[in-house]
């Protein structure tokens, strides 16, 4: 299920939105829910609770605030939503796509361009998760070995002379410094955050002070001196 946000404060605009992306969505064949905002202050106030939808479609000119700082919020804490600007305003561009945007469109070229943002998407989608599904960690012992696959590694920590693979399957030692670890790996998704800790930034749920929220309900603790590094990473990264 695909849940894309839609914030515009004109109804006209909404319901051409909606109903390209209504059509698109069917033609892709993708299962979807639109949740319509006409605040941007909504959308911050489901951020306080985690909560984040797989696109966001932003106006910049709202009454409340500008699209441009709900994006930044939504980096902030997640870097997997995918972000289209739908506006008047092409001034507002250059600084949209230092978020990672996706697309910036004119809203008189709506029809035109949001169906190919859709296409263009999707064809990521389905890359990234290809590439994903094939990249694993073998770790070897005596007696065998075990296949790991780095969509389900949450996180890495040190345990004096071994790493400690935390995934969906359990935890894993393997002896290895943490470093050589990480080199070994090999992937964008892992990111050292503090002396003894490596997170795979695609599980990510949340950034608190100096705790990372992870999607199988733990918290790990980012190193003050690498904080903005990482939240900078965390912003960038995007499913």
Known sequence: MLNIAVLDDEDMYIDRVCKITEKCMEQMGMEYEIFVYKK??????????????????????????????VAKQIRRRFSEPVLIFVSHYIDYSPKAHELNTHRYIMKTELEENLPEAYRAMLELWKERKKNNNNRYYMAE????????????????????????????????????????????????????????YIVNLDHVKSLRNSELGITNGETIPVSRLKLDHVRDAIM???E
């Open 40 to 69: 941007g202050g909504d959308i911050l106030e489901e951020l306080k609770k985690d909560k984040c939808s797989d696109v966001y479609l932003l106006d910049m000119e709202l009454p409340d605030i500008k699209g441009l700082e």
């Open 141 to 196: 012992y005596y007696n065998g070995f075990e296949k790991i696959f780095y969509r389900d590694i949450y996180y890495l920590k040190k345990d004096k002379k071994y790493v400690i693979i935390v995934h969906k399957d359990g935890k894993t030692s393997v002896r290895m410094s943490l470093g050589a670890m990480l080199e070994k790996l090999d992937g964008e998704e892992f990111l050292m955050i503090e002396r003894g």
């Open 236 to 238: 960038n990264r995007r």
